[in-house]
């Protein structure tokens, strides 16, 4: 894992995250409609909540203790039942997949990049898009060295690109990561 990370702009929640490899997991699963930082703080309240963070754990709660959990002030996510249910998910995935084991997404077996975005695209909540940034983070600030990893991410795996989550490693690069993603809704809805 990184030894720094800088995804939630708390030092305590991005040291889980480079501690944790379900937590960085489940902080990539939480980034969609909240800032990134919400999102990648989220695992960091999970675990204040719970005492822990395993997929163990969230895979065996009950399924409204859970979205309890998610919608205690602070809110986890914008959509507490929605996103508690989807982590849920992916935490039965990884323990009925990989025996509980997180980092096996991308180590058992030896896997190449190819064959890593399709085991997180294989995950509940992982579709193309957030399986590349994904892998793109792994690579660029987790020093994935699967062959073939900056092919599989595409745009996300360019080393020069500030176009995600994977490109943010302190003030600077967010601010650009937020200026390129503002560009493109801006190029979207003028397509529209």
Known sequence: MANSLYLSGDAAADALLAENDFA????MLLDQQVPMETAFAGPAKLRERLGDLSPEQIAGMDRDELVAVFAEK??????????????QDLA??????????????WTEGDPDGKEVLA?????PGYGQQKAKIFLAL??????????????AAAEYGD????????DVTDGNSLSEVRAFKKEQKAKAKLAT
């Open 138 to 151: 792994l690579g660029k600030q987790f020093g994935l060295s699967a062959p073939g990893w900056r092919e």
């Open 74 to 87: 602070p809110a986890v996510h914008r959509y507490p039942k929605a996103m508690a249910g989807r982590v």
């Open 119 to 123: 085991r997180l695209k294989a995950l």
């Open 159 to 166: 080393p020069d690109a500030r176009r995600s989550i994977a």
């Open 24 to 27: 960085l997991l489940v902080g």
């Open 92 to 105: 039965r995935a990884i323990v009925e997949s990989y025996d509980g084991n997180t980092t096996a997404l």
